[in-house]
């Protein structure tokens, strides 16, 4: 007999969207099944894509026998799961193969987090019903401590910031949704308009990124977690 609703996905101590972990708890009917990842870049990068392309492929055929639904975030599973698929999609590549996975027939229905990301998936192609659910934030996390205590990290007199697993500028081995290069590349006009400004980035930086920063109005923050984020 068939349980409800199956979600996999990866679990890493140093990625700061918690969409899931805040939700997943709270859906009773929902099995989570999660592949933890290591920290390191090179190591991590290879087992990202070995546990992608390899592992779960084979839990997605083998959880196919017991369960009737299953939740993902990466429309790469679709195919190798039997059921019905409800999917997450909150960094779509607009691509031909992920336009034709969203439109299989398992797909019961695709959630994105803006208008802007469903109005182009629509555009690209996709025929299945998009909703739309926000990126939402727990006030609870906000400590007034921390937001004063961060406040006095500020030199200057404005502040912009990315904050992202990994902050990489060109870098191949690396998912493309993380390279800054155009960021990184138009700072110099932005600095010429307003001197004042710093750059921000938050989260783990390669050796080039690291580079480009020397001599520049730009802090190297490193991961910080979703509470001082917000």
């Given amino acids: 007999m068939k349980n409800d609703i199956v979600w ?52 997605c055929r083998a959880l196919s026998r017991k369960y009737l639904y299953m939740l993902c975030t990466d429309p790469f599973y679709i195919r190798h799961f039997s059921g019905s698929v409800v999917v997450d999609v909150d960094d779509p590549k607009y691509t031909f193969e992920e336009v034709k996975l969203l439109n299989n027939e398992k797909v019961k229905a695709i959630v994105t987090t803006t208008e802007y990301i469903r109005s182009q998936l629509i555009s690209a192609g996709v025929i ?19 937001i004063q205590e961060i406040r006095m990290l500020k030199k200057g007199d404005l502040v912009c910031g990315v904050a992202q697993p990994w902050i990489c500028f060109g870098e191949a081995d690396l998912p493309a949704e993380y390279d800054l290069s155009l960021l990184l590349n138009v700072m110099p006009k932005v600095w010429k308009l307003y001197p004042n400004l710093q750059l921000w980035l938050i989260g783990r930086t390669t050796t080039s ?10 802090r190297l923050i490193g991961y910080v977690s979703h509470d001082d984020i917000l």
């Avoid at 990124?209 to 730009?218: I, L, M, Q, Y």
């Fill in 8 to 59: 996999i996905g990866f679990r890493s101590a140093k990625h700061n969207n918690i969409r899931y972990a805040d939700l997943l708890p709270r859906l009773r009917r929902v099995q989570r099944i999660e592949v933890p990842l290591l920290e390191t870049r090179l190591v991590g990068v290879f087992e990202y894509f070995l546990v992608r392309k390899v592992l779960f492929p084979i839990l």
């Fill in 128 to 146: 299945k019903d998009i909703y739309v659910i926000p990126q939402g934030v727990n006030l609870n996390l906000i400590n007034d401590r921390r």
């Fill in 209 to 218: 990124v690291r580079s480009w920063a020397k001599n520049k109005p730009v």
